[in-house]
């Protein structure tokens, strides 16, 4: 009230989270989610990858209509989003690999620019790359696409190092959570651009969630312990659900920076 006593303006609100630690923990169970469920899907349902990869893409854009009627962050509004589109970017890295026959270097190097090119047009028409000042519908837009991309771009370094370099899950996942710390330590240390540090992490997220999923759910003779989709999916399901309440229950609307 004092702000816009002050300013003159109506404040505007943020309409995605602040990045806290229970952000990262939730970010991480979405990712695992996400590649045990499209694996459950399209393997375990018999659905295959082109009638999952329709269904999931119709799913999402309701989940996102929902999510651009918001005015400000609501956390299981937002969530269900982040859960449908970490599935939608996995299959369309998975489409590409398993029925185009596209090589994992490829779409990594392809994703890479097509995330690099979202960035450059959002900073271009927009002035600012702050996840603090998503305040409008065209800057969410391009926030919802540079996601989609850091998940389908994720998957593709995920199962390039994984699979391709023969790494193992488990390997792969302490490989990137050391990637993470370092760039945890350039950020607190070093003074990293937060912005560049936030995006670099968010994109590593996804391989690291995704290893530790394909760790418990893959069986023994692939290197995992055997778990199964369908238990690894409704674990981290039931996770993400008791961290979102968690989150409504402390939510606290964030004023945009620019506001």
Known sequence: MTQQFLTGLEPRLNRVPRVTVDFWLIKLLAVTMGETAADYLAVNMGLGLTLTSLIMAAVLVGALAIQFLQERYVPWAYWIAVVLISVVGTLLTDNLSDNLGVPLAVSTVG???????????WWRMEGTLSIHSIYTARREQFYWLAILFTFALGTAVGDLIAEQFGFGYITTGLLFAGVIVAVAIAYFGFRLNAILAFWVAYILTRPLGASFGDYLSQ?????????????????????????????????????????
């Open 219 to 259: 069986p023994a003779e692939y290197g995992g312990l055997g778990f199964g989709t369908i238990y690894t999916s409704c674990l981290f399901l039931i996770a993400i659900a008791a961290t979102v309440i968690y989150m409504t229950v402390n939510y606290q609307s964030e004023v945009s920076v620019e506001a």
């Open 111 to 121: 994703f890479s620019i097509a995330l690099a090119l979202t960035f450059f047009v």
